[in-house]
């Protein structure tokens, strides 16, 4: 296992070890759970959703589009340095396009709430199935995840600098959302079993109810996505099993989609084929 970046540690007796790292995380299949609301967060912030409704070619290409997210995802946490280099000048490449009026794929505050929301939501679905975290392991975590923002045009100081200053930038941007309905569209494209190919639609009404559900009132109502109390309902107890059922699952298991991934990112980087 690869060591993530090194980040400021909290300040603890030199022995401390957090409870998980970033590279642990990145290990369990079961933080994909939350990969749906985490680009829901982004869609909500109308800069980045603009950019994604007029640009993204998800729809078209899904499953290509959902390799190369979880090669960065998975590059910057796990992979070494040159590797997090490469894919980071790769990505600067594709962003360069994306660019309209109002909004542009280079601007960091933007980079930032994307970075925010990969991070937030992976450290809330690994709660939810393994339940709370210390604090220092938080406050570790947090910075770790820094490195989403920073490989690219975000600068260090640009994240707030503690996990609670962290808190209260995330509050203070659900505030921020912006209804468009453009962006309305293609988020209930992205959870439409009409939309979805063949071989999604049979899960996509669970991904949907997930996906949903993981999101807050705020970002539900700017993107006009439905919840109800059946929802709920349905939601809660999806959650009640995956905390039964997923611990049982072998580590090695939930950890394979990870591994697979990067071993798939390394073959590409030697014989020279397309990353990202």
Excluded at 206 to 213: A, E, K, P, Y
Excluded at 248 to 263: D, F, G, Q, T
Aim: hydrophobic share 45%; proline share 7%; glycine share 6%.
């Amino acid at each position: 296992m690869t060591a993530s970046p090194a980040v400021p540690a909290p300040e603890q007796d030199p022995a401390w070890r957090p409870a998980v790292t970033l590279a642990d995380l990145l290990h369990e299949v079961g933080l994909m759970l939350g990969s749906g609301s985490a680009v829901m967060y982004q869609l909500a912030v109308w800069g980045v959703g603009k950019g994604v409704a007029e640009h993204s070619t998800t729809m078209q290409r899904p499953v290509d589009r959902l390799r190369t997210t979880l090669t960065y995802v998975y590059v910057m946490g796990l992979g070494t340095d040159e590797e997090r280099a490469t894919v980071a000048r790769m990505v600067n490449r594709a962003h360069g396009p994306v660019r309209g009026e109002g909004y542009s794929a280079f601007d960091p505050d933007l980079q930032l709430w994307v970075a925010a929301t990969l991070a937030e939501v992976a450290r809330e679905m690994w709660e939810k199935i393994a339940g709370p975290l210390d604090a220092a392991t938080l406050e570790h975590l947090y910075r770790e995840g820094w490195v989403y923002g920073t490989a690219l045009q975000v600068k260090p100081e640009m994240w707030p600098p503690t996990r609670a200053e962290f808190e209260a930038y995330w509050e203070r941007m659900q505030g921020e959302f912006r209804s468009d309905p453009q962006i309305q569209r293609y988020a209930r494209a992205l959870l439409s079993t009409k939309d979805a190919k063949w071989f999604v639609k049979p899960i996509t009404p669970l991904i949907s109810l997930v996906t949903r559900g993981n999101l807050s009132p705020a970002a539900r109502e700017v993107l006009a996505l439905p919840w109800s109390a059946r929802d709920q309902r349905r939601y809660d107890r999806f959650w009640r099993v995956v905390r039964v059922v997923y611990p049982r699952v072998p580590r090695r298991i939930r950890a394979l989609p990870a591994r697979v991934a990067m071993a798939e990112v390394r073959w590409r980087m030697r014989t020279g084929r397309r990353v990202i």
